[in-house]
């Protein structure tokens, strides 16, 4: 009933940077919550960052003055901007929506199907 679509993930160097993008679409009332979260290999599924509005954000300490999220309620879609990366910010990322659809109407949380960001030291 929805479907999230992320893209952005790829090999990149330390240091450098990546934009991560996840669109939602469906039978889509509101979006609430949208998030971002990580699992390396071995570790637990991890929050890397969340958004409501652009006043209300939080994300985790080891990625905070280097990440940054965003979303485009027009377009349905939330964006992390990746900035200084560093080898233990290798993960699979996955896009995390708390939305409101239609027939029947209820909220659900949505989960993407994960795309992979590795940093070469």
């Known amino acids: 009933q929805v479907q999230l679509v992320e893209s952005g993930g790829g090999l990149v160097q330390a240091g450098g940077s990546l934009r991560l993008s996840c669109a939602a679409s469906?039978?889509?009332?509101?979006?609430?919550?949208m998030g971002w979260y990580r699992q390396a290999p071995g570790k637990q599924r991890e929050l890397v960052a969340s958004i409501v509005t652009s006043d209300t954000t939080n994300y985790a300490d080891s990625v905070k003055g280097r990440f940054t999220i965003s979303r485009d309620n027009a377009k349905n879609t939330v964006y992390l901007q990746m900035n200084s990366l560093k080898s233990e910010d290798t993960a699979t990322y996955y896009c995390?929506?708390?939305?409101?659809?239609?027939?029947?109407?209820?909220?659900?949380?949505?989960w993407g199907q994960g795309t992979l960001v590795t940093v070469s030291s």
């Open positions: 995390n929506v708390g939305v409101v659809v239609l027939s029947p109407y209820r909220y659900l949380e949505v």
């Open positions: 469906g039978s889509i009332v509101s979006i609430n919550r």
